[in-house]
């Protein structure tokens, strides 16, 4: 317990403001966030991510039946459907938030579904897929790492973002991580994350950086409401969350498979695929049922493990009872926000980092022929493209131009399909032409002339 509990608490540390921003961040489009004269409906929220973050996190780690993977997967709310619910919601108010929250619960239910055809549409996921999706992931998270050790969202713009003493905080959480991961021993090794954490803590705290008075305005306890912004329904909210749910699941896949194979040495059996991605529809849709986001697993809570080598899931329960706590007390919460964001982005850098590195490592295993190649770069070029420059959208229906510019859904999609179609000798056979000194049909190589 002694070494479980440290341990828990730092998978929770590594994903809380993740948790976070999501709900902050949709508050804020729709007029209710930071600054607002009730800002009652964000708390509420952010209660909320925190309870129902733990209870999925539940699910993935005990099990409910066939609900769960019984592998120690972190859930919390996802940064997939952010695209997705701005424009539900912006400039709207509280109001919006019932439409959302309806589609979220819809969209949970058809994820939950999924489930059953996870064996049956496995061939259709190889790690092709699934590490690029992760890749996906882990590429749009590191943005945010450098946004939060700059200084975070209420900075940008002003002359603080970017300012040396953000840096400076972010940058003694990686010192200090990577010093005591790689010279210390024990304890101090395995936690290496939690306790550079601590030491940015400490800085910031020398630095006269943290304040306390959101503890003393928090209240004493905050009871989840069902039903709480509503029940409304809209067409175009439920087709997005029922298409970004599909590209969780695939994350989900990645997640399960990149703990199995990176960490136990062996592959994800149908039952922990099925069982993650039936966690993922249920902690979803019942998060929904209570005004929270969605939910899904945490992919920098697997870069966490791959640097602990700690694959108990018992200890990822600590963490999961540890969140419960924290919504349903929001004292507790407002402990933990009490932590500068820059320290926690100093965290997240070396998790979002080991993301990406974890989609390198399912990758590996990939035939990097042709036909791959191409699978893969005309996927991850056109998605990252459309997601860097989304006003090249402009001319499409607002629905297409919210789905197209989200990244992971138009990778996945794409990559999908060619590697659906592309008949694998094709290219394969256009490469021994090349070999031979011929060319492909409509390609010419380097040497030929013009």
Known sequence: ???????????????????????????GAAGFGFGSADPSQLIYMIQMAMLFAGIATLMQTVGFGPIGARLPL?????????????PIVAGRGVGAMAELTTAALIGGLVHGALSVFVGRVRFALPPLITGLVVLMIGLSLMRIGVQ?????VPAVGTPAFGAGTSWLLAGVVVLA???????????????????????????????????FAAVATAPLVMVPQPFHFGFALSASAILGFVLTGFVSSIESIGD??????????????DAELKGAVAADGAGTALAAIFGAMPNTTFSQNVGLIAITGMMSRHVVTLGALFLIVCGLAPKIGAVITTIPIEVLGGGV????????????????????????????GVSLS???????????????????????????????????????????????????GAADGESPAGVVLAGDGA
């Open 382 to 432: 056109l998605a990252l493209g459309l997601q860097l420059e989304p006003a090249t959208l402009a001319h499409l229906p607002e629905t297409a131009r919210m789905l197209l510019s989200s990244g992971v859904l138009p990778a996945a999609i794409l990559a999908i399909v060619l590697n659906l179609v592309l008949p694998p000798e094709v290219l394969d056979e256009a490469a021994d």
């Open 349 to 376: 850098i070396v998790m979002f980092g080991m993301v990406a590195s974890a989609a390198l490592s399912m990758l590996s295993g990939v035939t990097w022929n042709q036909r791959n190649m191409l699978v893969f």
């Open 1 to 27: 317990m002694a070494l479980a509990l440290p341990l828990g608490i730092q998978h929770v540390l590594a994903m809380f403001v993740s948790n976070l921003t999501p709900p902050i961040i949709i508050a």
């Open 177 to 211: 991580t990577l010093g005591l991961k790689f010279f210390a021993r024990g304890i101090w090794s395995t936690a290496s994350v939690l306790l550079g954490l601590l030491a940015g803590y400490g800085a910031a705290l020398v630095m006269g950086r943290v304040s």
């Open 256 to 269: 399960v498979e990149a703990i199995c194979e990176g960490t136990a040495g062996r592959p994800a059996t």
């Open 74 to 86: 972190v859930q919390g709310t996802s940064f997939a459907f952010i695209p997705v619910m701005i």
């Open 148 to 152: 939060y050790s700059a200084g975070g």
